[in-house]
Nanobody, 125 residues
Framework: QVQLIESGGGLVQAGDSLRLSCAAS????????MGWFRQAPGKEREFVAA???????EYADSVKGRFTISRDNAKSTVYLEMNSLKPEDTAVYYC???????????????????WGQGTQVTVSS
């Protein structure tokens, strides 16, 4: 079992930056690929970024060049650095963990087994 706790969300203006953190507890963090997803009001949950256990990364087209995912295995934490934020980035952001020992960074919801409770990010125009 893996527990995930997100933090770092908040209310910012367009063009600002935020860094989300996701602290994991439970099994060996380094064996898990990690991902960030988001869900805006009235919309389906969508993929944002992922990092494999070997630190290969994937990004949604909408955030490429603006968001950066990283991980610190010593701290069992994954980060999402978000720059040049836009109002359309407003959503609840969820951290997720894949099944252990998965090789590729997952971009689909069903590739993830564990989920955090989410953190709200609001970008005003």
């Amino acid at each position: 079992q893996v527990q995930l706790i997100e933090s770092g969300g908040g209310l910012v203006q367009a063009g600002d930056s935020l860094r989300l953190s996701c602290a994991a507890s439970g099994r060996i963090f380094s064996t898990y690929g990690m991902g960030w997803f988001r869900q805006a009001p009235g919309k389906e949950r969508e993929f944002v970024a992922a990092i494999s256990r070997r630190s290969t990364t994937e990004y949604a087209d909408s955030v490429k060049g603006r968001f950066t995912i990283s991980r610190d295995n010593a701290k069992s934490t994954v980060y999402l650095e978000m720059n040049s934020l836009k109002p359309e980035d407003t959503a609840v952001y969820y951290c997720a963990a894949q099944r252990p020992w998965t090789v590729a960074a997952g971009t689909k919801i069903d590739e993830y087994e564990y989920w955090g409770q989410g953190t709200q990010v609001t970008v005003s125009s």
